[in-house]
Structure formats: structure tokens, C-alpha cells
């Protein structure tokens, strides 16, 4: 349901803008940067990484990381409306948006000035980008992968459920951990109203779980992004995230 109601109907055609748009900034040196940050935030995965495999030839090494770690966040859609739809507080869906979009420009700007540690890449040669009949079908099977990994994580996390002695709660994150969209949805269900759920809220939503890696690795494989490097940004986003929500929730609930 989450699929088909949430996802098809808004990534489907943002995913063909960002291909249709990356082949032209593919052709422009110095000028992608700025715009893959922009609409990587505004679309989420796994369109941000999507773009950014299109224009990575055009953009230095060491942005290259801190992009990542920008562009592979939760679409707005989702944070404002569809986990609001769970929780009906629309202030806690403006904080776990902010600490969310928080989270990941810090991420990015850590990775910034620690990339040149990461720096030793295989070098590729530059593909061409696709045309327009193309980006249809790239965009088509770009959202089959996601419906994919969204079915495939959710049963891993709903056979680790069923083992004896896994509380609701544990369930809930380990859910989360693995697909992020069914786990905020348990981990709304299973917690009380209160700041240890809004910062575990902000923390699943930063780390983005496995089903979200899986998806951008998918664009992100050829740059020489291995999944390792994925969990480790995500776990640096997920701490960051959950700090900024504890920030703003004393902030805005205790003012």
C-alpha cells in the first residue's frame, strides 16, 4: 500500500525529471554540485543518487562524498505527510523534517573535510547519458528496485519478529533498520508520545535502513561506493539526526 499509494505516484515522474535533467548538467562542467544537492533533498532516494551517478564525472572527488550523504535522505513528502498520517502532530513532522535535513548537511560537511582519506577510487570513464526514450525505462526499473527492496527487507524484518523473545519494541527497530518506511510506521505504533520517539523517529529516518542503501547502491556501485561506506554515512546521519532532534524538541516542547 505504501508502495503503490506513496511512492509510485511521486518518485516515478520526479525520477524521470532527474534523468532528464542530469544528462543536460552531465554536459556542464561546474555547474551540477549545487543543483544534485537541491533536488537530491527535495526528491530523497533514490533520485538524489540517481542524479548524482549522472553527474559525478562533473564534480570533485571530494564533494562526491559529502553528497552522498546529503542526497541519500527521506523525501519531504513522506516525513510531512504519510508519517503524519501516523501520528497526526504535524509539529513533530516539521522537527523530524528539520533535524532529518540537519543531520545530513552536517554529515555532509564532516565528510567534506574528511575525504581526502577516502580518495583512492578506481577511475571509470565518463558514460554517456541516457536520451530521452531511455530515461522512461531507467526510471521504470529504477522503481521496481525500490518496490523490490521495500518487499524483501520488509519480510527479513517480519520473519526476525517472529523469533521467540523479540519484543514489539526491539521488533520495531530492527524493522526500521531494515526498511524505514514499514519501521517509523511499528516504531509509531509501539512507543508512547514523547522525545524518546521523536529522537528514535529522527535517528531511523537519518540512517535511512538497508532497503534505501540498497536502492542508491544501485546508481552509486560504478563510482566505487561500496555498501560499507553507505552504512557507515548512515550511521553518521542517523547519531547527527537524532542529536538535532533532541535540540529542537526541548527547544520547541520546553520553551
Known amino acids: 500500500m505504501l508502495f503503490g499509494r506513496d511512492v509510485v505516484p511521486t518518485l516515478l515522474p520526479y525520477m524521470f525529471f532527474c534523468r532528464i535533467l542530469g544528462r543536460r548538467l552531465g554536459q556542464r562542467r561546474g555547474r551540477c554540485g ?3 544537492l537541491v533536488l537530491g533533498l527535495l526528491g530523497g532516494s533514490p533520485s538524489g543518487a540517481a542524479l548524482l551517478s549522472q553527474c559525478a564525472y562533473e ?3 571530494k564533494k562526491r562524498y559529502a553528497l552522498i550523504a546529503v542526497v541519500s535522505t527521506i523525501s519531504p513528502m513522506f516525513l510531512l505527510n504519510t508519517v503524519n498520517s501516523w501520528v497526526s502532530d504535524p ?5 523530524l523534517l528539520c ?6 548537511l552536517l554529515a555532509g560537511a564532516l565528510i567534506w573535510k574528511t575525504a581526502p582519506s577516502w580518495r583512492k577510487q578506481p577511475v571509470y570513464e565518463e558514460k554517456v547519458p541516457a536520451v530521452m526514450g531511455s530515461a522512461i525505462m531507467q526510471s521504470v526499473l529504477a522503481i521496481l528496485n525500490v518496490g523490490g527492496c521495500i518487499v524483501v527487507y520488509t519480510v527479513i524484518a517480519t520473519l526476525i519478529q517472529r523469533f521467540p523473545g523479540i519484543s514489539p519494541q526491539t521488533g520495531a527497530l530492527v524493522h526500521a533498520a531494515l526498511e524505514v518506511a514499514g519501521g517509523m510506521k511499528a516504531l509509531c505504533g509501539v512507543y508512547p508520545v514523547s ?5 528514535l523517529l529522527a535517528a531511523a529516518a537519518g540512517f535511512g535502513g538497508m532497503s534505501i542503501m540498497a536502492q542508491n547502491h544501485e546508481f552509486l556501485a560504478d563510482l566505487g561506493i561500496s555498501k ?12 547527527l539526526s537524532a542529536c538535532m532532534m533532541i535540540i529542537l524538541y526541548l527547544f520547541c516542547f520546553r520553551s
Open 228 to 239: 560499507r561506506k553507505l552504512i557507515g554515512i548512515g550511521l553518521l546521519k542517523a547519531g
Open 99 to 104: 533535524s532529518h535535513v540537519l543531520g545530513a
Open 34 to 36: 549545487p543543483v544534485v
Open 91 to 95: 509539529l513533530l513532522c516539521r522537527l
Open 195 to 199: 522525545m524518546h520517539r521523536a529522537v
Open 59 to 61: 564534480i570533485p572527488e
